[in-house]
């Protein structure tokens, strides 16, 4: 019994010149009518073959005969899915320097002419003679080629006669698409090359009997198969960029609306203006997937500059799913995008998480394979697994949809990798961390050492990060210190003062209130240009074994010398008759 697929018209990409075409692969909801497998036959074909396909399973043929065009043409939704698709495919081989050359299936009757397995047909008729017009869609030297094809793969086969079903001459026939003119516009294109094939229902009557006759089918047209240059043009709406599957690849981090910076909008628009203007100097990179769409390797801010542009077709450098292992697929991606432009930190910590799990190598193995070439880490020396953690602990922050800021100003350059990775990434709750980098490490620009010291200093007060930032009594000290030269070292200063005890405070406030009264006493008895090393009163600390009660002692400095030391000595009797100092 086969396998059903869905019921839907299936177009299906290659990567040759050949296009296949099951107008009628759908015999009902019995799945050992012969429509049934032919329609099976035309996806093992396109696979073996790995060329393209246009495959009906959904419109029985009794309701709708899709090989009859001037039937289909009166339904736009039939015409749309199926016939544009062919025309589609056939320009995107004709794209590519490549003569196409289109195989329609069908299935015969019971007993089929002349004892034959395959009847060939292409539009032979009888000139001159209206009832059997002669529309030949294929060279007479071409057909033999391919009935010796099928005849050495043990397939017995038959020119269709002239007055039946199965020679495709009829103006409205599939067969004869690409050959009339006042057909459908945009389809006439004598160069293509169609073939009608008949296929008797016995090679169709079991799931057995279709995979031999698709094996042996494929043999035979694969000598007629003209393989696509790597780079080739293909058509933008054939790439998928939606999928989590189909971005594996992709260094840049798409559809992500949190992170602006990411997506660099101004990018994108100078990088469409300049395609416009100079064309696309780079092909796009791409893997073409199992069912014949592609998925980006490297490319992916060219694909959305096109996409803005709403360019019809595309360069590309053409890759097969199956030629590579992922691991290939992740060097081509990483060779790719290194070769053009150096990677931000989230983009390297996207890629190893990326390739971390669809590979599942460890951190150390991340470095063994892709340190080097990722450029990270101290240039000639191995890059450890340490520094893999920190890319990829980066790049959680963002994966875990937090701190939109500290993600956009990594990539933008505002904020250094290192105090990202060492700082503020093992912080775990996201409160803690966007409050230190918001609050304090962006106004207040602190040192690595400060940076340290502020941290310490507010886990004094709570555990919680964001608690004590966001506090009445911080917050106050935070905008004062803005307003100084030296933020950082302002904040700590002020921070410090607010943790000592009510007595610290007053006696510190006292030797303020001293320092300011000095200051004009300073200038009246010594000079203008005297300052606080030529006269000084500083009050010593209290040491612990000091009571509470006992009066503070201060210490008094003069700068003299052998010249002046009398004159000074006179300034300073004068000034402590007159002043009280310690008032």
Same mark, same amino acid.
């Given at each position: 019994?086969?396998?059903?697929?869905?019921?839907?018209?299936?177009?299906?990409?290659?990567?040759?010149?050949?296009?296949?075409?099951?107008?009628?692969?759908?015999?009902?909801?019995?799945?050992?009518?012969?429509?049934?497998?032919?329609?099976?036959?035309?996806?093992?074909?396109?696979?073996?073959?790995?060329?393209?396909?246009?495959?009906?399973?959904?419109?029985?043929? /009794?309701?709708?005969? =899709? +090989?009859?065009? #001037? %039937?289909?043409?009166?339904?736009?939704?039939?015409?749309?899915?199926? $016939?544009? !698709?062919?025309?589609?495919?056939?320009?995107?081989?004709?794209?590519?320097?490549?003569?196409?050359?289109?195989?329609?299936?069908?299935?015969?009757?019971?007993?089929?002419?002349?004892?034959?397995?395959?009847?060939?047909?292409?539009?032979?008729?009888?000139?001159?003679?209206?009832?059997?017009?002669?529309?030949?869609?294929?060279?007479?030297?071409?057909?033999?080629?391919?009935?010796?094809?099928?005849?050495?793969?043990?397939?017995?086969?038959?020119?269709?006669?002239?007055?039946?079903?199965?020679?495709?001459?009829?103006?409205?026939?599939?067969?004869?698409?690409?050959?009339?003119?006042?057909?459908?516009?945009?389809?006439?294109?004598?160069?293509?090359?169609?073939?009608?094939?008949?296929? /008797?229902?016995?090679? =169709? +009557?079991?799931? #057995? %009997?279709?995979?031999?006759?698709?094996?042996?089918?494929?043999?035979? $047209?694969? !000598?007629?198969?003209?393989?696509?240059?790597?780079?080739?043009?293909?058509?933008?709406?054939?790439?998928?960029?939606?999928?989590?599957?189909?971005?594996?690849?992709?260094?840049?981090?798409?559809?992500?609306?949190?992170?602006?910076?990411?997506?660099?909008?101004?990018?994108?628009?100078?990088?469409?203006?300049?395609?416009?203007?100079?064309?696309?100097?780079?092909?796009?990179?791409?893997?073409?997937?199992?069912?014949?769409?592609?998925?980006?390797?490297?490319?992916?801010?060219?694909?959305?500059?096109?996409?803005?542009?709403?360019?019809?077709?595309?360069?590309?450098?053409?890759?097969?799913?199956?030629?590579?292992?992922?691991?290939?697929?992740?060097?081509?991606?990483?060779?790719?995008?290194?070769?053009?432009?150096?990677?931000?930190?989230?983009?390297?910590?996207?890629?190893?998480?990326?390739?971390?799990?669809? $590979?599942?190598?460890?951190?150390?193995?991340?470095?063994?394979?892709?340190?080097?070439?990722?450029?990270?880490?101290?240039?000639?020396?191995?890059?450890?697994?340490?520094?893999?953690?920190?890319?990829?602990?980066?790049?959680?922050?963002?994966?875990?949809?937090?701190?939109?800021?500290?993600?956009?100003?990594?990539?933008?350059?505002?904020?250094?990798?290192?105090?990202?990775?060492?700082?503020?990434?093992?912080?775990?709750?996201?409160?803690?961390?966007?409050?230190?980098?918001?609050?304090?490490?962006?106004?207040?620009?602190?040192?690595?050492?400060?940076?340290?010291?502020?941290?310490?200093?507010?886990?004094?007060?709570?555990?919680?990060?964001?608690?004590?930032?966001?506090?009445?009594?911080?917050?106050?000290?935070?905008?004062?210190?803005?307003?100084?030269?030296?933020?950082?070292?302002?904040?700590?200063?002020?921070?410090?003062?607010?943790?000592?005890?009510?007595?610290?405070?007053?006696?510190?406030?006292?030797?303020?209130?001293?320092?300011?009264?000095?200051?004009?006493?300073?200038?009246?008895?010594?000079?203008?240009?005297?300052?606080?090393?030529?006269?000084?009163?500083?009050?010593?600390?209290?040491?612990?074994?000091?009571?509470?009660?006992?009066?503070?002692?201060?210490?008094?400095?003069?700068?003299?010398?052998?010249?002046?030391?009398?004159?000074?000595?006179?300034?300073?009797?004068?000034?402590?008759?007159?002043?009280?100092?310690?008032?």
């Amino acid at each position: 019994m086969i396998q059903h697929r869905e019921r839907a018209i299936h177009t299906i990409l290659g990567n040759n010149n050949l296009l296949l075409i099951v107008a009628n692969g759908y015999g009902g909801d019995e799945p050992v009518q012969p429509e049934n497998f032919l329609g099976q036959l035309g996806f093992l074909l396109t696979r073996q073959l790995g060329c393209y396909g246009v495959i009906n399973t959904r419109y029985k043929k /009794a309701i709708l005969d =899709l +090989s009859n065009v #001037e %039937a289909v043409k009166t339904r736009k939704k039939i015409t749309d899915t199926f $016939l544009l !698709q062919i025309r589609e495919f056939k320009e995107e081989i004709s794209g590519n320097d490549l003569l196409p050359q289109v195989v329609i299936l069908q299935v015969g009757p019971p007993t089929m002419e002349a004892g034959a397995q395959l009847l060939l047909g292409y539009g032979q008729g009888e000139r001159g003679v209206k009832e059997r017009p002669h529309n030949p869609t294929l060279a007479p030297s071409r057909l033999s080629r391919f009935r010796l094809a099928m005849e050495d793969q043990q397939l017995s086969t038959a020119i269709a006669p002239t007055d039946s079903d199965y020679c495709g001459r009829e103006p409205w026939h599939l067969n004869q698409l690409f050959r009339q003119k006042n057909y459908l516009d945009g389809f006439f294109d004598p160069r293509v090359r169609s073939l009608l094939l008949t296929i /008797a229902p016995q090679l =169709l +009557s079991s799931t #057995e %009997a279709t995979t031999a006759t698709a094996s042996a089918l494929a043999s035979a $047209l694969a !000598q007629f198969s003209q393989q696509m240059a790597l780079v080739r043009q293909i058509r933008l709406a054939n790439i998928d960029a939606t999928g989590e599957d189909d971005l594996q690849y992709i260094f840049r981090i798409p559809n992500d609306t949190r992170y602006n910076e990411i997506s660099r909008e101004s990018y994108i628009e100078e990088l469409a203006v300049s395609i416009q203007r100079n064309g696309l100097l780079h092909p796009l990179v791409l893997l073409q997937k199992d069912d014949g769409r592609y998925k980006i390797l490297c490319g992916f801010r060219r694909f959305q500059a096109l996409s803005r542009l709403s360019q019809e077709w595309v360069e590309a450098k053409i890759f097969q799913e199956e030629q590579f292992s992922s691991e290939d697929f992740f060097n081509i991606s990483l060779a790719e995008n290194t070769r053009r432009r150096n990677l931000n930190p989230v983009e390297i910590g996207n890629f190893l998480d990326s390739a971390s799990e669809r $590979l599942q190598l460890n951190n150390t193995m991340l470095a063994e394979q892709f340190g080097a070439t990722l450029g990270i880490g101290s240039p000639g020396s191995k890059v450890s697994h340490s520094t893999i953690h920190k890319y990829r602990k980066v790049n959680q922050i963002r994966t875990r949809g937090e701190s939109p800021e500290i993600i956009n100003d990594i990539i933008n350059d505002k904020l250094q990798f290192s105090t990202a990775a060492e700082v503020l990434a093992p912080i775990k709750d996201p409160l803690d961390r966007d409050s230190l980098y918001l609050e304090i490490i962006k106004p207040l620009g602190p040192t690595r050492p400060q940076l340290k010291k502020i941290i310490k200093l507010l886990a004094q007060r709570s555990t919680s990060l964001h608690a004590t930032i966001t506090s009445e009594e911080v917050r106050p000290l935070i905008s004062q210190a803005m307003e100084a030269r030296q933020r950082a070292a302002t904040f700590i200063r002020l921070y410090e003062n607010s943790l000592e005890p009510p007595a610290g405070k007053e006696r510190q406030q006292q030797q303020q209130r001293l320092a300011q009264k000095l200051v004009p006493l300073r200038r009246r008895y010594f000079g203008d240009q005297a300052c606080q090393k030529d006269f000084n009163l500083v009050a010593e600390p209290r040491a612990a074994s000091v009571p509470p009660d006992h009066p503070d002692r201060y210490e008094l400095r003069l700068r003299i010398n052998k010249d002046n030391y009398q004159d000074i000595l006179r300034k300073l009797e004068t000034l402590l008759s007159k002043e009280d100092l310690l008032s």
